[in-house]
């Protein structure tokens, strides 16, 4: 366990994804390491702390013209959305109201 330790050492948690590959190298099962870990009181967490709003940030469009974060998802059809100009892309509410 003293691979996994350092990386909680370091990182302050440890992923579901590093306790899969660990379990892969040392040839145990994924669950025996969860069950050791949280024996130990150490965090595991399904995702890395932070992806969760860095996805959500990145589902949107930005501003063409002043780089701001808009309402529109970027998967909502274009033909649907507000404040998008065709030939220049999507504009926030306040550089379309200006143009
Ligand atoms: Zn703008």
Same mark, same amino acid.
């Given at each position: 366990m003293s691979l996994l330790k350092g990386k909680f %050492?370091?990182?302050g948690y440890l992923t *579901? /994804?590093?306790l899969k590959e660990y379990a892969k190298i040392q040839n145990i @099962?994924? %669950? &025996? =390491? $969860? $069950? =050791? &870990? @949280? #024996?130990l009181g150490i965090k595991i967490y399904d995702i890395k702390p932070g992806e969760r709003t860095n996805k959500t940030d990145k589902g949107y469009e930005k501003c063409v013209l002043c780089g701001k974060k808009t309402e529109i998802k970027s998967s909502h059809p274009i033909s649907d959305r507000d404040y998008y100009e065709k030939g220049v892309g999507q504009l926030c *509410? /306040?550089?379309? %109201? #200006? &143009?």
């Open positions: %050492q370091q990182q *579901r /994804e590093q @099962s994924y %669950q &025996l =390491v $969860k $069950k =050791v &870990l @949280s #024996d *509410r /306040e550089c379309y %109201q #200006d &143009l």
